[in-house]
């Protein structure tokens, strides 16, 4: 019951992008077509879950006991930039019909905020069920990670549904563009706080 309540909480209630705005910068860039929202949200949902995990366990081994907990966003940015980059070099030699499926978004995951707000999320943040707050364990941890990726998946391609529809549409002048992406988003947003009751 504790692994549905932490899916269902990161990926309607506590969205990684319409709750905590975090990835904003990639869900308004790649999110024109729906083939590049999907390419990217796989993307980050792999990058997300893996980066997790590995800093978890750097930041549970390494950081605190030596007393380190300080270096946890630097030591956090430079894990996750050498992952990214060993999985595209892996991806490149062992897969390469995924790496041109995934090749030209994983570079720019590097520098979404939202791998990074997760994996801080999960060492610092505590977390309440049942009435007890307590923080997550490593299997916790991975199921939030990749409930909060579909989630940030999940609003990216209803955002580019939207965006294709509104290119097909007559926008007023003064609204194309980006205005009128971020009134969808902000509708997106109050649409996705009807969630809240759920958990």
């Known amino acids: 019951?504790?692994?549905?309540?932490?899916?269902?909480?990161?990926?309607?209630?506590?969205?990684?992008?319409l709750a905590q705005f975090l990835g904003i910068c990639p869900f308004l860039g790649v999110s024109n077509k729906?083939?590049?929202?999907?390419?990217m949200s796989l993307a980050v949902c792999?990058?997300?879950?893996?980066a997790t995990v590995v800093t978890y366990l750097i930041n549970k081994f390494l950081l605190v006991p030596f007393g380190l907990t300080f270096l946890q966003t630097i030591a956090f940015i430079l894990v996750i930039a050498a992952l990214v980059q060993?999985?595209?070099?892996?991806?490149?030699?062992?897969?390469?019909?995924?790496?041109q499926a995934l090749g030209i978004f994983l570079p720019l995951i590097t520098t979404n905020c939202a791998v990074l707000g997760v994996a801080i999320?999960?060492?610092?943040?505590?977390?309440?069920?049942?009435?007890e707050a307590h923080m997550l364990g490593l299997g916790e941890a991975t199921v939030y990670a990749f409930a909060t990726s579909l989630g940030y998946g999940l609003a990216m391609i209803l955002f580019?549904?939207?965006?294709?529809?509104?290119?097909?549409?007559?926008?007023?002048?003064?609204?194309?563009?980006?205005p009128i992406a971020l009134i969808s988003v902000g509708i997106m947003a109050l649409a996705f706080l009807g969630f809240s009751g759920i958990v």
Not at 46 to 50: E, G, P
């Open 121 to 131: 999320n999960v060492v610092t943040k505590q977390f309440t069920f049942g009435g």
């Open 34 to 39: 729906l083939s590049t929202a999907s390419g």
């Open 46 to 50: 792999f990058v997300i879950t893996l």
């Open 86 to 99: 060993t999985v595209e070099i892996v991806l490149k030699k062992v897969s390469p019909s995924l790496y």
């Open 160 to 178: 580019a549904g939207i965006r294709e529809h509104l290119a097909l549409n007559e926008v007023p002048k003064a609204f194309r563009g980006l």
């Open 1 to 17: 019951m504790e692994y549905l309540l932490i899916i269902i909480s990161a990926i309607f209630v506590n969205n990684i992008v």
